[in-house]
Each structure stands twice: as structure tokens, then as C-alpha cells.
């Protein structure tokens, strides 16, 4: 909730005079020349998709068919390695043979793919999902600590992310931004018309609701797209209007980041803990994720140390680091912030968060960096601006309960259930009381599927947020 009612008569008066004290405070800060629109880094403001394409095609060329076809069988017969006990014949048979096939299909040339950037999204999406589930189909005992990558999915998915300037690794893009297709092709993109989860691992609705939920933050996060547009947009930040319109550019985001948290905390009716964590979640597991998680080689590729292969995390979602970047969120420590950081924050994966902007497409990326070398920053604007800075601290403070609902969501659906000893349904008793064993000889931290230390991280992003306020 906005902590000031901008019509109230007894604020009025107030906030009028401190618009024009702020006026003579600043120096004249005028919108730079030309600049590159969102358009030129793959942002789509005029669709309202954002960092979503148009719409994604549904189906590579025909030449790329043994892609397609794999993807479809795999959805269809295979189950997590994990899974499979000795009574589990038709399974562990129906896997064996379809990586055979994988190890026996010839290196596809990528060449007519890459004049198109939906080509190349698809085939991504396509080769990443084949590694993932070529991967973690695999019986632990059959993987002898690695597991060969086949140059028929590597060759191709190192080339084809090379062009994209990403991770060679299953991502936010893959599972969220590009997994969709509408439900009616001739209604306009919305919420309603769009069919998320296209490509599943486990074919559960839970899975399903949890990409739907993912997107659903990535579409609200396009209102708070323009917002950033419109801000870098103004004529100049030190008049009366230009003040005034501020402010309500900051009453707007954070009604919007409270929908965002809205839907974050709505998934706990749409997605059951236990099948995330045990039918869901190992899918996306990337190179060596854990102590008992196979080493990846890429079969005729550099060595998997040197990649970014952590798998896909909401870390990467650009929407989100746009907002840090628009109210400059310090999540290295670099600059002195009251509180100090604590003790347990500068443990933290300090590097974490711009890690993760390795796994996005390289056009997001040069979006972020250009919204991150403005010359007006916002929070600058507010220190100097008594005027906006109420309007300033109302919106970090929806940001950190926002981060406060996610720590909560992450205790629920990962660190609690790393502790449980529930068995959930449909999962084999003897290969979950297996799995069970092998994990209480780890560390006992819960990581996140981007790698990290999952409670550790969180607490230190929400700290950080909550120093951005300025002091009023």
C-alpha cells in the first residue's frame, strides 16, 4: 500500500512545497539524444509480450525432424533415471533404446537456421530439453559419476547457443519465455489465450501451473516495462510535472510488483510441493548440481568446467533484474547501505545474480546493460529529491515483500521438502527411500535449481533490497 494519500488535504500543501525545493536542488537533467528503443534488445512493449517473443513457432523445419520426433517420444516413454527400479523392465528398456537413438542420429547442421532468431529460440528449446532428459533418464548405477553428452545434441546445442549468446543449458527462456503456443491464433496474445508448458518432463499439470505461474509474472512484468520506458523517456527529471509524474510511475510499480507477489504466492494452490521436488524438479538439474549428480561431457566439446551449466532458475528471469536494475538493488555489497550487511549476507553467492544473466538470451542482456548506464538512476534522483523520496521507499519495500513471500514459497517447495520423509504419490518406495539415503550424505543445505545455497541467497537478495531505501 502507498504510505501517503497524494489528494489528502493535509499533505497537499506539503508535497507541493517540497516538489519546488526539489526543483532548486537538482541540476538540470535532461534526456539524452537518441537512444536504442526496447525493440532493438528483443523487447516487445508494442505486443505487451515483453522479453516474450510475438508468439514461438511450433515446429523446427523439416530437416530438423529427428529433433522434433526425439522430443515428442521422450515426453512420451521416458521417466527420471531415479525412478526406475529392477521391476520397472518396460521403462529402464523403453530409455535405453531411445538414448541409443540419440547416439546414433548424425550432426545436423545448424546453417539454415540462423538468419531466423524463432529458429534458433525453437532449436534451443528442442536440444536442451533432449540433453535434460537424455541426462537425468540415465539409472544412477549406469552413470559411473559422468555422463557423455552425444555430439549428435552437443555439436548442435553449443553452436545454436553461441548464436544466441547463451547458456548450452536448459533456462528460463526454454521452460518459460519461449514455451507457449496460443490457445487461438486469431485472438490477440493474453493470458487467457495462451497455452503454457508445451514441452513438459514429468506431464504433470503441477509442472504445467508452475511454468503458467513463471509467465504470468513475466506478462505483469511488461507493465512494469513501459514504466521504466516512460521514465527514461521524460524531457527532463527536475520540473514540477516531470516530479509529479514520477511519482505516479512509482504508485504504479508497486501496485504492479504487488500482483507480481500475488501470483508468486498462488502457486501453493496450483502446484502440490512434494511432485515439484521429487517428479519436477531433478529435470532440471544441470552439470554436476550436487555431490551424487553426474559430471557432463560433451562428446567433441570443451570441457564442461568452462560452461555455464547450471540449469534453469527464476534467477534468470530479465523482467526481475530490470526492476533491481531500475531501483539499483546492490546485491555484491559493493556500496555502503544502511543496515551493514550482516554476517550470514556476505556469506552469500555474492556473484549470484549477475551470474545468472549468462543463461539469458544475449539481446536480454544488452537490455539490461543499457538500462543499467543510464544517466538519470532513479535512486540518485530520490536521495537528492525529497519529493520522490517516499514514492522511492514504497516501492522498494513491495520489492522486499515481494522477496519476503519467496523465501516463504522456497522453504515450502524445496527446503522443506529436502527435510520430509514423506512419500509422495506415484513415486516407487524403494527408489525414493534410495534417493533419500544418498541425500543425507550431502552438505544438508538446500540448494536452488540454479546451484546455489538456496535460504543463504534468499535472505541476502531480501537485505539488500531493503538497504536500497533512502533515508527520508
Known amino acids: ?36 528503443t526496447p525493440a532493438d534488445f528483443e523487447v516487445n512493449l508494442q505486443s505487451n509480450t515483453g522479453f516474450l517473443p510475438e508468439k514461438p513457432i511450433p515446429r523446427l523445419p523439416e530437416a530438423y525432424s529427428p529433433w522434433e520426433d526425439a522430443l515428442t517420444r521422450a515426453q512420451k516413454v521416458l521417466v527420471l533415471g531415479e525412478n526406475l527400479t529392477v521391476q520397472d523392465t518396460e521403462s529402464r528398456a523403453d530409455g535405453e533404446l531411445w538414448r541409443s537413438q540419440m547416439r546414433g542420429l548424425p550432426v545436423i547442421s545448424i546453417n539454415d537456421l540462423k538468419t531466423d532468431k524463432q529458429l534458433l529460440r525453437r532449436a534451443h528449446k528442442v536440444l536442451a530439453f533432449l540433453v535434460h532428459f537424455y541426462v537425468h533418464s540415465i539409472p ?15 555439436t548442435p546445442l553449443l553452436q545454436v547457443s553461441d548464436v544466441l549468446r547463451m ?20 485472438l490477440p496474445v493474453t493470458i487467457e489465450n495462451m497455452h503454457f508448458g508445451v514441452e513438459l518432463f514429468s506431464g504433470t499439470e503441477d509442472e504445467r501451473n508452475f511454468w503458467f505461474g513463471n509467465a504470468k509474472v513475466e506478462l505483469l512484468g511488461v507493465e512494469m ?44 494452490d496450483l502446484v502440490d510441493p512434494s511432485t515439484f521436488y521429487w517428479q519436477v524438479r531433478p529435470w532440471f538439474n544441470g552439470n554436476a548440481s550436487g555431490p551424487s549428480s553426474p559430471t557432463w561431457v560433451f562428446e567433441d566439446g570443451p570441457d564442461a568446467s568452462t560452461l555455464d551449466l547450471s540449469g534453469p532458475s527464476a534467477g534468470q528471469s530479465s523482467v526481475m533484474h530490470a526492476l533491481d ?12 547501505r544502511h543496515p551493514a550487511p550482516s554476517e550470514s549476507n556476505k556469506r552469500s553467492d555474492l556473484g549470484f545474480m549477475e551470474r ?99 535460504s543463504l541467497l534468499l535472505k541476502s537478495n531480501r537485505d539488500a533490497t531493503a538497504r536500497a531505501a533512502v533515508k527520508v
Not at 7 to 22: A, C, D, E, K, Q
Not at 241 to 266: P, W
Request: hydrophobic share 40%; aromatic share 8%; with cysteine.
Open 1 to 36: 500500500m502507498y504510505p501517503i494519500d497524494l489528494l489528502s488535504p493535509s499533505h497537499l500543501f506539503t508535497n507541493v512545497l517540497s516538489v519546488l525545493n526539489s526543483v532548486q536542488l537538482l541540476s538540470r537533467k535532461e534526456a539524452p539524444g537518441a537512444q536504442p
Open 140 to 154: 544412477p548405477d549406469q552413470n559411473a559419476g559422468s555422463v557423455l553428452i552425444p555430439r549428435s545434441l552437443a
Open 167 to 186: 547458456a548450452p543449458v536448459l533456462t528460463f527462456a526454454d521452460t518459460v519465455l519461449w514455451n507457449w503456443d496460443l490457445i487461438n491464433p486469431e
Open 225 to 268: 516495462l513501459h514504466l521504466f520506458n516512460e521514465y527514461h523517456s521524460l524531457p527532463n527529471v527536475s520540473d514540477f510535472a516531470s516530479v509529479c509524474k514520477i511519482n505516479r510511475l512509482l504508485t504504479r510499480l508497486v501496485a504492479i510488483v504487488d500482483r507480481v507477489e500475488e501470483t508468486l504466492t498462488s502457486m501453493r
Open 325 to 336: 536494475i531500475f531501483l539499483d538493488i546492490d546485491f555484491k555489497l559493493q556500496q555502503r
Open 356 to 454: 545468472m544473466r549468462r543463461y539469458m538470451p544475449g539481446a536480454h542482456r544488452d537490455y539490461l546493460s543499457h538500462l543499467a548506464n543510464t544517466t538519470r538512476p532513479l535512486r540518485d534522483l530520490a536521495k537528492s529529491t525529497p519529493a520522490v523520496k517516499e514514492s522511492y521507499n514504497a516501492a522498494v519495500s513491495a520489492v522486499r515483500k515481494f522477496r519476503d513471500s519467496h523465501i516463504r514459497i522456497a522453504c515450502l517447495y524445496v527446503v522443506s521438502m529436502a527435510r520430509s520423509t514423506a512419500i509422495p504419490v506415484g513415486c516407487p518406495v524403494f527408489a525414493m527411500m534410495q534417493r533419500m539415503e544418498r541425500q543425507q550424505k550431502q552438505t544438508g543445505r538446500s540448494t536452488g535449481t540454479g546451484g546455489n545455497e538456496l
